[in-house]
């Protein structure tokens, strides 16, 4: 469990440093054993526990939307990807899926071969 800790405590560094001052966007993995998945009310015990857990030793910021971005089992274990964002998070996320809806929207600016040629 320690390593699970650690290892969500090095994510978040991580992701501090390679995101602005302001808005907090930071992937956590965590794990939980297929052992407390033994009915969908056990699961929603286990996956509760592994984000409150998550939330408390490994994020120093006040998040405003967590999500599971994917859960897979291996071995004995599920591994659940989580996005936790504070609020300056999301304005920036939303920004990013309105440049990136407007960049896939505008004309390719590359030049065609055979356009204007005369053979």
């Given at each position: ?82 996005l936790i ?24 600016s590359e ?8 053979l």
């Amino acid at each position: 469990m320690k390593r699970i800790v650690t290892t969500l405590i090095a994510v978040a560094i991580v992701t501090f440093a390679a995101t602005g001052a302001s808005s907090h966007i930071v992937e956590v993995t965590t794990s939980i054993p297929i052992a407390k998945a033994s009915s969908r009310a056990d699961l929603k015990v286990a996956v509760e526990s592994a984000v409150d857990e998550a939330l408390q030793g490994a994020i120093a910021f006040t998040p405003t939307v967590v999500t599971v971005q994917s859960a897979r089992r291996i071995g004995d274990r599920i591994y659940l990807q989580l996005l936790i964002v504070d609020q300056d998070g999301e304005a920036l996320i939303k920004q990013l899926a309105i440049d990136s809806a407007n960049e896939s929207n505008e004309p390719s600016s590359e030049d065609d071969d055979d356009e204007g040629e005369t053979l």
